[in-house]
């Protein structure tokens, strides 16, 4: 089946660099592609996300870039501070507007030391 | 923000006994979900509804029923608990539709099925 892969499982960076987070998938017709953040014990919360119609889309301190051609697709958070710690999960979707056809990737664990 | 609160946080059950996962969202959003997740498999969906008396099969449905009764209210029912079914449940719910695509998580129920 299709599927999504997140090629960092665990990310660690110094507070006030950046962290970069990669994501691959496999379905050309992917068209949809949202970053959602985890905290200890917490549910997921959405933080940004991007269509196929661009290639790069920036929200405050994140940045997320498209590469339709590699079937890639990555967030960059700039600046990061230590609330940015937590895990971050990839995904992608070719029903636009149906959530019950997203592929999760598996996480990143993301540490920013002070 | 929108609310999704699920019930109970934590379970802990007895293999073959019944349990029924609940969870009730403030959001008025037509689409609800359930997944699973669990340590090297990311999130897993199980079932889905699109409005209250919709209950659609996600990829993971074995062993697993769902009701949803109203527009608020999604419940997850294992008939008969089996130990495989040990994880973090997370319940969502979503407006649905292009552009609409955000979901909202509960804070998830920790199940442990001995």
């Known amino acids: 089946g299709e599927k999504v892969e997140q090629h960092e499982s665990t990310l660690s960076v110094r507070e006030g660099d950046s962290a970069v987070i990669n994501c691959t998938y496999t379905?050309?017709?992917?068209?949809?592609f949202p970053w959602y953040k985890q905290e200890a014990g917490k549910g997921l919360h959405f933080v940004i996300d991007?269509?196929?119609n661009v290639d790069r889309k920036q929200s405050q301190r994140l940045i997320v870039l498209l590469d339709k051609k590699a079937k890639r697709f990555s967030l960059h958070i700039t600046a990061t501070q230590p609330e940015d710690s937590a895990i971050y999960f990839c995904?992608?979707?070719?029903?636009?507007?149906?959530?019950?056809?997203?592929?999760w990737g598996l996480g990143t664990s993301l540490v920013v030391n002070p | 923000e929108a609310a999704v609160t699920q019930s109970p946080r934590n379970k802990v059950a007895v293999t073959g006994g019944k349990v029924t996962l609940s969870c009730n969202q403030t959001?008025?959003?037509?689409?609800m979900y359930w997944y699973r997740q669990d340590t090297g498999h990311g999130l897993r969906l199980i079932h889905y509804?699109?409005?209250?008396?919709?209950?659609e099969k996600g990829d993971i449905p074995d062993g697993y029923k769902a009701s949803r009764p109203s527009q608020e209210n999604f419940s997850l029912i294992l008939e008969l608990a089996t130990p495989s079914q040990t994880s973090v449940y997370f319940c969502?719910?979503?407006?649905?539709?292009?552009?609409?695509?955000?979901?909202?998580f509960g804070s998830g129920t920790r199940l442990t099925v001995l």
């Open positions: 969502a719910s979503g407006l649905g539709g292009a552009g609409a695509e955000t979901l909202y």
């Open positions: 995904a992608a979707s070719r029903g636009v507007g149906d959530n019950s056809k997203l592929i």
């Open positions: 379905d050309t017709a992917s068209s949809y």
């Open positions: 509804s699109y409005g209250a008396g919709s209950t």
């Open positions: 959001n008025n959003h037509n689409n």
């Open positions: 991007i269509r196929s």
